[in-house]
């Protein structure tokens, strides 16, 4: 009798932890700057060596439609810590602060009994007005400026991967050792090791594929060096040269990304975390690499705005299967938070998604909203940058300029958006019919769509010199 008392109370007790490891899972983000969806194996492209990634997908949901809806550094990282989109936020350029009383993800994590985390590249401290471009990227984020983030190793903004410093939660200065994503995972990987008997939530915030694209390990740019490299359609010929140069580095950032997630992969497993850990694997924005003869971020196409996104969580999902409904970067905070168990908070403007992961609900989401509000830097107004307002729904890309309608493409049948519909009159109806569902979200979100430099303005913002619209020929 006392046998079986034991065993009832040993059972009740190991029930009573089984359930509050799954009421509290660890959450494990994966974040790096400027991976294109496009670009992994298992999507279909044969050239980039992605094999952890790829087994990755076996495991975890692959989100086909995910899209960074202001699609540039800054801006997007403001979306993920806060779930609300970039005119509410305000981070709608980069290199301005993030309002330190945004109720942002990690400070929801932190009240609920996680440890929190951040390793790598922040990017929305920003600068004081009027300072001098970037000289914020070089200073230490102040403690009241983390966002909910304890442990601290952190970077504003670097692309030295091979002589990167970073602070720490004391604003010491420190150099990571060699290629900067390898050495911190390996802090990441140790930082798991000593809080795997306690809920925490971890983000490693690479740097790479982020150009400059040539400084990769050797060991991986070998891998690319005499490769055949095949572009993609939409590449015109006169950049073909040195478009070719540019994917050889790309991708060798990207196999030097890929072993990161194999060692982090393992380390999960070897620690007992797996299936108890949400993973995800994400990018902030696209590259387009010489698509339609551009580069960087910023644009409509989905070179630019389409981004990776794996979610992992063993015990809840099934690992292998596609969510296709379009996903956008607000939508991160509420899912995460909801499938921890956790009160999303009213000010999160995004989509939960708990349920449609779940097969509880299906939710009714037509598109992603895709911005511009102020066009900066490498896609300044001297740079033909402009402001835009568009969407991305599963099969149509629209999105028009403050002067009207700009691109228009049917995403099936012109994968590679090269015939523009706009003003084409057999698509008069389809025009009009994006127009409508721009025009719903617009009102929505209290969109007026206005010049750029009204909402400079209204956020007291100054421009960088670069950037000034008094340079703009007119």
């Known amino acids: 009798m006392k046998y079986i008392l034991w065993l009832a109370v040993a059972l009740a007790a190991f029930s009573c932890q089984a359930k509050k490891e799954l009421e509290k899972p660890n959450v494990v983000f994966i974040l790096t700057d400027q991976w294109r969806a496009q670009d992994l194996g298992f999507v279909g492209n044969e050239q980039v060596k992605t094999p952890a ?18 699609p540039v550094c800054g801006p997007a990282r403001a979306s993920l810590m806060t779930g609300k ?27 609920h ?101 040539q400084t990769a390990p050797k060991k991986y740019r070998n891998m690319y060096a005499d490769m055949d490299i095949k572009l993609r359609p939409n590449v015109p010929e006169n950049k073909k040269g040195i478009a070719i140069e540019a994917y050889r580095g790309y991708y060798a950032h990207m196999s030097a990304l890929d072993y990161c997630v194999e060692e982090l992969q393992a380390a999960i497993k070897e620690l007992g975390l797996e299936e108890n850990t949400i993973f995800v694997f994400t990018s902030d924005h696209g ?11 910023q644009k409509p196409w989905d070179e630019s705005i389409k981004v990776p996104f ?43 998604y708990k349920g449609q992961l779940y097969g509880t609900e299906e939710l009714d989401v037509e598109a992603a909203f895709i911005t511009c509000p102020v066009p900066f830097h490498q896609w300044n107004y001297q740079r033909g940058g402009r402001e835009y307002r568009g969407i991305r729904t599963e099969r149509y890309t629209y999105a028009k300029g403050l002067d009207g309608a700009w691109v228009m493409y049917d995403n099936e049948k012109d994968p590679f958006q090269q015939n523009n519909l706009v003003g084409n009159p057999q698509y008069t109806a389809l025009q009009a ?32 010199n670069k950037d000034s619209v008094k340079l703009v020929v007119k």
């Open 310 to 352: 794996m979610l992992k969580y063993p015990a809840k999902l099934k690992g292998g299967e596609q969510m296709t409904k379009m996903f956008s970067y607000p939508d991160i905070m509420p899912t995460l938070l909801s499938m921890c168990n956790l009160p999303v908070p009213e000010s999160v403007e995004g989509i939960d």
């Open 53 to 70: 990634l790829d087994q990755l997908s076996t495991e975890a949901v692959v989100f086909t439609n995910a899209v960074s809806n202001i």
């Open 113 to 213: 009994g996680y440890q929190t985390a951040y390793i790598g590249k922040w990017h929305i401290n920003g600068h004081a007005p009027g300072v001098k471009n970037n000289v914020g990227r070089q200073h230490p984020v102040p403690a009241d400026r983390r966002q909910g983030f304890d442990y601290w190793k952190v970077h504003e903004c670097t692309h030295n991967y091979n002589n990167s410093v970073y602070f720490d939660e004391e604003n010491v200065k420190h150099k990571w050792e060699g290629y900067d994503a390898i050495a911190q995972t390996k802090n990441g990987i140790e930082y798991m090791k000593a809080h795997k008997d306690q809920p925490f939530v971890l983000f490693l915030s690479f740097g790479p594929p982020h150009a400059p694209y």
């Open 433 to 464: 019919e994006m127009e409508h569902k721009l025009q719903a979200i617009l009102v929505k979100h209290g969109d007026q769509f206005l010049p750029g430099e009204d909402y400079m303005k209204a956020w007291h913002y100054h421009w960088d």
């Open 85 to 111: 989109y970039p005119l509410s936020h305000g981070v709608f350029y980069n290199d301005k602060p993030l309002r330190s009383e945004e109720y942002c993800l990690a400070e929801v994590y932190k009240e």
């Open 287 to 297: 590259d387009m690499l010489y698509s339609q003869g551009e580069t960087k971020k």
